[in-house]
């Protein structure tokens, strides 16, 4: 089955860049890499996603490596705001009636340092 | 914006007790979805409807029952709790296409004594 791996967690300082990994080494071709948060207290929200090339959006950059079985997640300066747990997702998009399937991982929790 | 709205926030059951969960979403999408999310755990699918008038089942629906009520609700039943189904419960919805972006609720906290 598909699953992604991810630390844990993982600590930053206020306004610097924060990368968090994600393996996915069963990956299939027709998989798209999702992440999502999660704040305290809440239902996750969507951050980006991406099939093979890297992408940048408003909250952050995605990074994924050419053999796909890795990717990065880049907030550019971390905030307090920022501190939650970010799920690295593979979506399979052509199960469940073509509506498709989140595979969701453990995630990773992350602490923000003033 | 309302989004996907959730109720209750918070729910006590004892074993044998019956209860519905409500979500509703106001961004006219055709998928819903209902999770839950154990401690230290990703969230896992319960059940699906993909459009208006169909559901069916995730990794996790024993227990459980779903009625898409119309494009707007989606409602998971739980007909005779368990200590099991102790989790938090998270309503999503999804348009077709729109990259697949799921847009979550708030989540239901429901503990089964």
């Known amino acids: 089955d598909a699953k992604t791996t991810q630390p844990n967690s993982m600590e930053s300082n206020e306004e610097e860049p924060v990368h968090l990994p994600c393996n996915h080494s069963?990956?299939?071709?027709?998989?798209?890499i999702h992440w999502y948060r999660q704040l305290p207290s809440q239902g996750p929200e969507y951050v980006i996603h991406?099939?093979?090339s890297n992408v940048n959006n408003r909250m952050a950059s995605l990074a994924i490596a050419e053999d796909r079985k890795s990717s990065t997640l880049i907030l550019h300066r971390a905030t307090l705001r920022d501190a939650a747990v970010y799920y690295c997702i593979l979506f399979l998009p052509y199960l469940y009636n073509q509506g498709g399937k989140l595979i969701f991982g453990q995630g990773t929790e992350l602490s923000v340092k003033p | 914006n309302a989004g996907v709205t959730q109720t209750p926030k918070f729910q006590v059951l004892k074993t044998g007790q019956s209860m519905t969960l409500q979500c509703a979403q106001d961004?006219?999408?055709?998928?819903m979805y209902w999770y839950r999310q154990d401690p230290g755990m990703g969230l896992r699918l319960i059940y699906y409807?993909?459009?208006?008038?169909?559901?069916d089942k995730g990794e996790v629906p024993n227990g459980y029952n779903v009625s898409r009520l119309n494009k707007r609700e989606f409602s998971l039943r739980l007909e005779s709790a368990a200590p099991s189904q102790t989790s938090v419960y998270f309503c999503?919805?999804?348009?077709?296409?729109?990259?697949?972006?799921?847009?979550f609720g708030a989540g239901t906290r429901l503990s089964v004594l």
């Open positions: 961004m006219n999408h055709n998928s």
């Open positions: 069963t990956i299939s071709g027709t998989d798209y």
């Open positions: 999503a919805s999804k348009n077709r296409g729109a990259k697949n972006i799921q847009y």
């Open positions: 409807s993909a459009s208006e008038g169909t559901t």
């Open positions: 991406g099939l093979t």
